[in-house]
């Protein structure tokens, strides 16, 4: 009994030093600590979510895919290629439709659907939100005399902006900076016709969020417009988190093999976008789709 009791604890602290390396430990708690409680009925509760289009490989796409949002006139989604400036639309099993290069652009990173051909993109290192109209047919635009506003909070390096998502029901642009700190950005007046409109901008600090979140950095976001509930995505923690109104935790989606039926890890995840059925999707580097369906239970 002492050798079996010795080797029990042998193999506890190993594997807590394994996901201490991987950073994975507190994930893992607080995966299981917030989809083991009651969840609001309106809520996305992740943990019902399960994977159907497994790291599908985009045909047509080499490398570098970043970002993710649905357009819902289209019933596509769009994505940016952050190498070579390039915006790409994509069916809902991830198909390539269509490539749009973009010149004037350094670095991008984030991109949402506005309505009709209306984007926004953000550029990391540098900063700036750019709105951009994409006309259907084209296969080449021109950004460098975009409407554009630059927010220099920090000194940004290659950690600045990853994602934007617009709130349609409060015509306003959320931006997540990708940690140092972890920053949820929120903008009003820049995407509107009115030149004359007043701007604002306001800060969520993540980092100062109850101190204890497991996300160690923030690679993109969307917002449920049904519920108000912002989800972030964090790629080095391999997880989507579920936040409310009030920026409080409720619900998890673990990005490891053998959760939510994934078959391996997703290596880099880039980009997120929810579509009208709350199927939720993901991007990784260099050219990985997934799907990702609620369930009854």
Do not use: C
Request: glycine share 8%.
């Amino acid at each position: 009994m002492k050798w079996a009791g010795i080797a029990l604890l042998v193999v506890v602290l190993a594997t807590a030093v394994v996901l201490r390396v991987l950073g994975m430990d507190a994930a893992l708690w607080h995966a299981w600590k917030l989809n083991g409680r009651a969840m609001p009925e309106t809520a996305l509760n992740l943990g019902r979510y399960r994977v159907d289009i497994d790291a599908r490989v985009i045909e047509g796409i080499a490398d570098d895919l970043s970002a993710l949002s649905y357009n819902p006139e289209r019933n596509t989604l769009f994505g940016i290629l952050n190498g070579e400036p390039m915006l790409v639309e994509l069916s809902l099993e991830g198909q390539l439709l269509r490539q749009v290069f973009i010149e004037g652009v350094v670095d991008m990173e984030g991109l949402s659907h506005v309505s009709g051909n209306r984007f926004v993109i953000a550029e990391e290192r540098s900063q700036r939100l750019l709105i951009l109209d994409i006309p259907d047919g084209v296969d080449r635009v021109d950004a460098s005399q975009a409407r554009s506003l630059r927010i220099g909070l920090d000194d940004p390096g290659n950690k600045g902006f990853e994602g934007v998502t617009w709130d349609h029901v409060s015509n306003r642009l959320l931006v997540v900076n990708e940690r140092d700190p972890l920053r949820v950005l929120a903008v009003e007046g820049f995407v509107d016709d009115d030149l004359d409109q007043r701007m604002s901008l306001s800060i969520s600090d993540y980092r100062q969020a109850g101190g204890s979140l497991p996300l160690r950095d923030l690679s993109s976001l969307v917002l449920d417009e049904q519920t108000g509930h912002l989800l972030l995505l964090s790629d080095e923690s391999r997880m989507v988190m579920e936040f409310d109104a009030e920026n409080r935790p409720i619900s998890v989606l673990g990005l490891w093999w053998g959760m939510a039926g994934l078959s391996a890890n997703v290596p880099q995840a880039e980009g997120m976008a929810l579509d009208s059925q709350r199927r939720l999707y993901i991007v990784s580097e260099p050219n990985l789709f997934y799907r990702f369906t609620p369930t009854g239970d």
